[in-house]
C-alpha cells in the first residue's frame, strides 16, 4: 500500500463502517442458530416459522433497499460525512431494538432500521474512499472497506459461537448487542474526518476543497495537489454546465436519460452479483446447509465462525494481488466463472452426501462452502461496489450507486422470502440457479463492462464518451509548477 499515512487513517476510519456491515449482516446467521432465540421468538404452537424466519431476515433487507433510495438525496445535501455519522446512528437505533425485542415484531422492527441504515451507509463508504483515492490504488483502497467487512462478519460468527455458552436470552441479546460499540467509535472518529473535496467543488466550497486536498495529500508533490484541484474543477464545471435542471433530487431522473442509462445498467448488473451470485443465501442459511450435512447446533454455530475466516483470507488475497493490479473486467467475469466450479461442485456433494450419514463426504461439502467464501471475498467483496462509484460523474455518483444498491436489495427481498421454502423443497438443485445466473453474468461482464482501472474519477468520464478535461488539468499543473520553480509566476488562483 502505498498510501501515506494521514490518507490511510482516514481510510480506516471510514472502513470501521464495513465492521459494521459485517457484523450486522453476519449475526443475524448466528442469531437464527441459537436455540434459546428460536425458542423465545417461536414458541410452541407458533405457525408459519418459516415465513417468520423469512420476514426477520428479509425486512432487513426491505430496509436497506428504502436506505438505499434516500442515500443520493443524503449524499447530494448533506455530503460524505455527514451521511456517514447519520447511517451510524441508525445502526445503534436498529441494535438497540434488537437486543430489547420481546417478540417477532419488535425483531422486525430492529432489523428493518438496521438495515435502512445499512443501505444508507453502504454505498456511502466506497464512494468517500474513491473520492479521497489517487486513481492508482482505489481499487485497494476500498479494499480495505471490503477487508472491514470480512473481519465484521467472523467476528459475528465468533460472538455467536461465544455467546452460545451463556444461558437463556443471553445467548442472543448479548450477541445482537455487539452490534453497538463500532458504532459509537466510528461515529467519534466520524468527526475527524475531512469532507470529499469533490463534494465540497460541486457545492461552489473551493476553499474548503482546496484546504481538504492540502489536508489529505499533504506529504505529496505540489504539482500533484494542483493537477487534482485543477481537474476536479474543470471537470465538475464542464459537467453542471451541460445540465439543464439541477433541483435536488434531478440526478435520479438523469440515471435513466439516453446519455446515462448505460452507466445505470452497468452498476445495476454488477451489484446483483451480490446477491444472484448465491453469497447472501449461503451466509444467511448457513444452518440450514450444515444441517442438511448432519452439522446442529453448537456444531453449526462453530463452522460458521470458520466460515468467517475465509472471507478475511479471500480479501487479503484481493488486497494482495488482485485490485488495481487486475483489470476490473477480467476480475468480474473470471470469478463468476470460477464460484460457478464451485457451486456446481458443492450441488454434486449435497446430492450424494446430503444425509449426513457419508462423514467424509458431509466434511468436503463443508470445505467446498469455505473455498467459495474465500473465493468471493477475493473476486467481488469490495470490486463490486469499487466499480459502481467509479462508473458514475460526480452529480451521479451517490444516487447511481444508490440505486445499483437498491435493485440489490430487493432482489435480496424476494431471495430472502424464497430461499428457506427452495432448500426444503428442492434441496442441492437449488444451487443449479445460482450457477446459471453466475455463467449469465460472466459472459455480460465479459462482453459488455467498461474498463476503469488506473483511471482518475475525471478520467472515467472519458470511457463513456463525456468530455473531460484530464489533458488540460495536466498541462496546466505542469507549467504552473514550471513558472514556480523559476520564481517567474505567482501562486495561481486555480
Not at 138 to 154: D, K, W
Not at 437 to 446: D, K, P
Not at 449 to 475: C, M, P, R
Request: hydrophobic letters at 45%; glycine letters at 8%; one cysteine or more.
Amino acid at each position: 500500500m502505498k498510501a501515506k499515512p494521514r490518507l490511510l487513517s482516514y481510510i480506516l476510519v471510514i472502513s470501521i463502517g464495513g465492521a459494521v456491515i459485517g457484523i450486522d449482516l453476519g449475526i443475524i446467521a448466528t442469531t437464527l442458530s441459537q436455540p434459546a432465540f428460536t425458542s423465545y421468538m417461536f414458541p410452541p404452537g407458533t405457525k408459519n416459522v418459516s415465513s417468520l424466519t423469512g420476514a426477520i431476515v428479509s425486512m432487513g433487507s426491505a430496509g436497506n433497499a428504502i436506505g438505499c433510495l434516500t442515500n443520493g438525496f443524503l449524499l447530494e445535501k448533506l455530503g460524505r460525512r455527514k451521511t456517514l455519522l447519520l447511517s451510524t446512528f441508525f445502526t445503534i437505533v436498529g441494535s438497540v431494538f434488537q437486543t430489547a425485542a420481546n417478540g417477532v415484531a419488535l425483531m422486525i422492527v430492529g432489523r428493518f432500521v438496521a438495515g435502512f441504515a445499512l443501505g444508507i451507509l453502504n454505498p456511502t463508504i466506497p464512494i468517500y474512499i474513491s473520492e479521497l483515492s489517487r486513481p492508482s490504488e482505489r481499487a485497494r483502497l476500498v479494499g480495505i472497506f471490503g477487508m472491514l467487512v470480512a473481519i465484521g462478519f467472523c467476528l459475528a460468527s465468533w460472538i455467536g459461537y461465544a455467546c452460545s455458552y451463556a444461558s437463556g436470552d443471553v445467548t442472543w441479546r448479548l450477541a445482537l448487542a455487539m452490534q453497538c460499540p463500532l458504532a459509537m467509535l466510528l461515529m467519534a472518529l466520524s468527526f475527524l474526518l475531512p469532507e470529499s473535496p469533490r463534494w465540497l467543488v460541486e457545492h461552489d466550497r473551493h476553499e474548503e476543497a482546496e484546504q481538504s486536498l492540502r489536508k489529505l495529500y499533504s506529504d505529496e508533490e505540489e504539482e500533484l495537489i494542483i493537477r487534482t484541484q485543477i481537474e476536479i474543477r474543470e471537470q465538475i464545471q464542464l459537467e453542471a454546465a451541460q445540465r439543464q435542471h439541477k433541483n435536488l433530487g434531478h440526478a435520479l431522473i438523469e440515471l435513466f436519460t439516453w446519455k446515462n442509462i448505460r452507466r445505470t445498467a452497468m452498476a445495476i448488473m454488477v451489484m446483483q452479483l451480490g446477491i444472484l451470485s448465491g453469497s447472501l443465501a449461503i451466509q444467511n442459511y448457513q444452518s440450514l446447509l450444515y444441517a442438511n450435512l448432519g452439522y446442529h447446533d453448537r456444531s453449526a454455530i462453530l463452522i460458521s465462525g470458520c466460515y468467517g475466516f475465509m472471507g478475511i483470507v479471500g480479501q487479503a488475497i484481493n488486497l494482495l494481488g488482485v485490485s488495481d493490479k487486475w483489470s476490473r473486467k477480467r476480475t468480474m467475469w473470471l470469478g463468476c466463472l470460477i464460484l460457478a466450479v464451485m457451486l456446481s461442485i458443492l450441488m454434486a456433494l449435497s446430492k450424494y452426501y446430503g444425509s449426513g450419514t457419508n462423514a467424509n463426504g458431509a466434511r468436503a461439502g463443508v470445505a467446498f462452502i469455505f473455498l467459495y467464501s474465500g473465493l468471493y471475498g477475493m473476486f467481488f467483496n469490495s470490486t463490486l461496489y469499487t466499480i459502481a462509484a467509479e462508473t458514475f460523474p460526480q452529480h451521479l455518483r451517490g444516487y447511481g450507486t444508490s440505486v445499483a444498491a437498491l435493485c440489490q436489495g430487493v432482489t435480496s427481498i424476494w431471495l430472502g422470502q424464497v430461499t428457506p421454502y427452495a432448500f426444503d423443497a428442492i434441496h442441492w438443485q437449488y444451487y443449479a440457479v445460482f450457477i446459471s445466473c453466475l455463467v449469465a453474468l460472466s459472459a455480460f461482464y465479459y462482453v459488455f463492462l467498461t474498463e476503469t482501472n488506473q483511471l482518475t474519477l475525471e478520467q472515467v468520464a472519458g470511457k463513456f464518451g463525456d468530455l473531460t478535461v484530464s489533458d488540460k488539468a495536466l498541462a496546466v499543473a505542469t507549467e504552473l509548477e514550471e513558472n514556480r520553480a523559476v520564481g517567474t509566476a505567482p501562486e495561481p488562483a486555480v
